[in-house]
């Protein structure tokens, strides 16, 4: 299978909704572009990839995706630089772990010029929707699920791979405060946890909820098993800096392999930054609470960014993190965003510019 | 909230498709009958029910369902006894089940009276789809989902509460063959393995498929911290006969709680039955396979009614189960089954007659 831009058919907006749109007050992923990319899987094959104004889906009610779950997504972003030209960070990363999350969940293989070509032509069009402002960028939401029917709980014949776009503003608006979980887990050993699949992320609402009502912000997952060790949060991974040691955990079949996360590990690294890459107890995260070894925390993540962690609560207890001078999170989140925005020179190869 | 029957808004079909559906050859859950009901819940309140023709669901791309798998569902079976009166099995049990589900899912909960007003009214339009023959009986689907709208990941503002029915031939075609699983998990400690969420369908389906590529019908979990333990299958919970002693495995926050699986325990027991109870290895159940003292196991489930196993894999070994004279699981399903249909007396009192 093999699609260049030229075969996308495109069918455009006759008028646009950009007016509407408060670029001052944007929130997370709750307006959206004028057009989305739509291919159907059908009959073993994807049909050509269509483009249309953003519009609803209409399924029937017997459609898989409303009963098993058979739902992936993926995250990323577009930026503008101060020439308006469009860059993405690392997209091929995103195209490869959609196929591992559809190789899971039973969802066929998405192929690179069907997600890339189908990408860049929906950014071509709605390039004016990439927020300009400070912090601003386009969120886009690859996904891809079931909307072939039947009440049999068994993979569907019929998927549809979707690209929506919403300019947003920050995910989180300020530092936050993180919660251990002891008693509620994110994914099992042998699971979908390293999956980006739809039911992983409902399954966090609930106990997220409980530690919102308790004044945080996100829960830190920790393993099923034990709960002795430090996962990840709801859509971030975490940094540890004991000292000047920046920790974080493997990733494993629990864990999402952030690009984030790994972008910053190579970035640190680069900068001469102490890296550890090893399981991480809650116990000593506590123990170096307790004796001022524990400089910062933080979460690392595409809508994220680098989120700086006030402070985590654990076993009904509160542990406030210092004021730092010399942050390794915002040291990072710099670098990482200057990449990003086209501000500095990409030296890691990471910055896709987007061809009009 | 409180709705009666005469509240639910109904638009009925113009003709009816009862003439395309073929009796005589049903398979499970791919035809559906005339009409749907369908419940908004916006403004932290359920509208009123509405009965219409069944027919498709129309909802914005950034729709939660699609993104954070925000879904849960029931399966209950409605039956028809020689006179064409109409009865449901234990339905309260299923309503309670799917606000637990609700609960864990952040999804609303689902009043009482809506869910049985609701289907009971449709189960009266949609009667002469119940299958007569032998082991036939309309199954229905309870839903609900995320409807509300938006890429942030967090609980939606919107939902529907959706019943479908599917007039439906067995599950299973004979005997099954199962494999248990070392590798993949179903679910995890403190996860969300006990409600019927649509994620753990799917999380399924790809160890399932490696079954199935290996000559097997289904996957016995074991629990994902040590695989020792015999959880239960894809959608049936499952019991085990070593001499004449009938073992099931607890419940647990990773297992679904069957209402198959206690219905079963009570009618061993009052047939004097020996039942247990408890954690069983797979160690055990591969030593009776070799001593001989495995009798039978078989899958308990609402779709797949008492589904007899014939053999299972482990470790690259098939065990074959013995061709019994006096088995456990054909007497069992005689009763259930016998009152499903109204063909005994029901001395449990599980039995529910749609009144018309
Ligand atoms: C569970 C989870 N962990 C981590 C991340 C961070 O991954 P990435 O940096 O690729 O965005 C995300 C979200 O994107 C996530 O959903
Ligand atoms: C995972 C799972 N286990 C067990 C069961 C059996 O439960 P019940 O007997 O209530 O149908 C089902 C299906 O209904 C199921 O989906």
Redesign the pocket.
């Given at each position: 299978m093999s699609i260049a831009t030229k075969d996308i058919i495109i069918e455009k907006v006759k008028n646009s909704k950009i007016d509407q749109v408060d670029f001052d007050n944007l929130a997370f992923g709750s307006v959206f572009t004028d057009h989305m990319l739509v291919c159907t899987y059908k009959n073993g094959a994807w049909e050509t990839p269509t483009i249309t104004p953003y519009q609803p889906i209409t399924l029937d009610p017997s459609a898989k995706i409303f009963h098993y779950g058979q739902s992936i997504f993926e995250?990323m972003k577009a930026y503008k630089d101060k020439n308006n030209d469009v860059f993405l960070f690392r997209p091929l990363d995103n195209h490869k772990r959609l196929n591992i999350s559809a190789a899971r969940m039973c969802i066929p293989q998405i192929p690179e010029d069907y997600f890339m070509e189908g990408l860049t032509t929906l950014l071509n069009l709605d390039k004016d929707f990439i927020p300009t402002k400070d912090g601003g960028s386009l969120y886009i939401r690859p996904f891809m699920f079931a909307s072939g029917n039947g009440f049999h709980a068994s993979p569907a014949n019929e998927y549809k791979f979707i690209i929506a776009c919403a300019p947003s503003g920050a995910y989180f608006s300020g530092k936050v405060k993180v919660l251990i979980e002891e008693k509620y887990s994110r994914s099992a050993n042998g699971g979908v946890g390293y999956a980006?699949a739809g039911g992983n992320y409902a399954g966090q609402f609930y106990p997220t909820q409980l530690a919102i009502e308790k004044g945080y912000n996100q829960v830190i997952w920790t393993d099923d098993t034990s709960h002795e060790y430090i996962e990840?949060a709801?859509?971030?991974?975490i940094f540890i800096r004991i000292n000047d040691t920046l920790l974080t955990g493997p990733t494993s079949d629990r864990i999402?392999d952030?690009?984030?996360?790994k972008s910053i590990l190579e970035i640190a690294k680069d900068q001469g930054i102490k890296t550890e890459v090893r399981k991480i107890t809650v116990k000593e995260v506590v123990a170096a609470a307790k004796d001022g070894s524990l400089k910062e925390m933080f979460g690392?993540?595409?809508?994220a960014v680098i989120s700086p962690i006030a402070g985590f609560g654990y076993r009904d207890t509160d542990y406030d993190l210092p004021e730092l001078e010399n942050s390794f999170g915002e040291r990072l989140k710099k670098i990482i965003t200057d990449i990003q925005y086209n501000k500095s020179e990409d030296k890691f190869g990471w910055r896709y510019q987007v061809k009009s």
């Open positions: 995250g980006k990840e709801g859509a971030m991974n999402l952030g690009i984030t996360r690392a993540g595409t809508a």
